[in-house]
């Protein structure tokens, strides 16, 4: 298989999978979520400040509640890629390849440089593909999202990635299992850091140190997950 050309292979997958693909069938997921529970985060991330479609912060919420909203799983155990999954009967083998990866997306906080991702949950190191969430973000950074493997050992970012400055790093790592176990439970660990980050200011792709003083952007770089507007 060659990387080079952008295809990658979900286990027991027969078609490459291109990016494309995955931003495609993400959008497609976002009709199995919930737009009231993700409204509902954004609100309460906002703490009282009004929901507006002219403000970076509301948009910046609202996007980042409908990225964590995919990863929240139902009652029965189900998140939207898994929803999304039953209702594919007679598409592609290059769909059915592509959704595979995004069931098995994980928010994960991860360190990213070059071509070398390193979780800083769990001290695993993987041989990073690029896609557009961490081309965006730019190398040697540390940041929070959600990413797949592959059959061949890859990892990838198949969503929303958000740099995290000494704040918010913080209260990622409070999240932290001892012992190299992982991130006790992600998705209040994505909604901690999302809250802080909505509050505090957000960085931009040329992230290059702590950041939240002065005049914070509200902007993260995306896989463009569309917002509830």
């Given amino acids: 298989m060659n990387h080079a050309n952008g295809g990658v292979r979900a286990s ?18 976002l009709a199995f979520v919930s737009r009231d529970r993700a409204e509902g985060m954004a609100r309460r991330w906002l703490a009282g400040v009004p929901l507006s479609n002219s403000s970076e912060q509301s948009v910046l919420a609202r996007s980042l509640a409908l990225e964590l909203a995919l990863s929240v799983p139902s009652l029965k155990g189900t998140t939207a890629f898994d929803r999304l999954a039953r209702a594919m009967k007679g598409r592609p083998p290059e769909d059915a390849a592509a959704v595979t990866l995004l069931r098995r997306s994980r928010l994960r906080l991860s360190r990213l ?62 999240f932290v299992r001892p012992g190299g176990r ?48």
């Fill in 12 to 29: 027991g997958a027969n078609a490459p999978v291109v990016p494309d693909r995955l931003l495609a069938l993400t959008t497609e997921a």
């Fill in 113 to 174: 440089s070059g071509e070398r991702f390193e979780d800083l949950a769990t001290g695993e190191t993987l041989p990073l593909l690029p896609t557009p969430p961490s081309d965006a973000v730019g190398n040697n950074v540390v940041a929070f999202g959600r990413f797949t493997t592959t059959e061949d050992g890859y990892i990838l970012a198949t969503g929303t990635l958000v740099l995290l400055d000494d704040g918010a790093l913080a209260v990622a790592r409070g």
């Fill in 182 to 229: 992982g991130i006790g439970n992600p998705v209040r660990c994505a909604e901690a850091v999302y809250r802080h980050i909505i509050r505090n200011g957000a960085s931009t792709a040329d992230w290059r140190g702590p950041i939240g003083g002065g005049n914070p952007s509200f902007r993260s770089s995306q896989i463009a997950i569309p917002s509830m507007l």
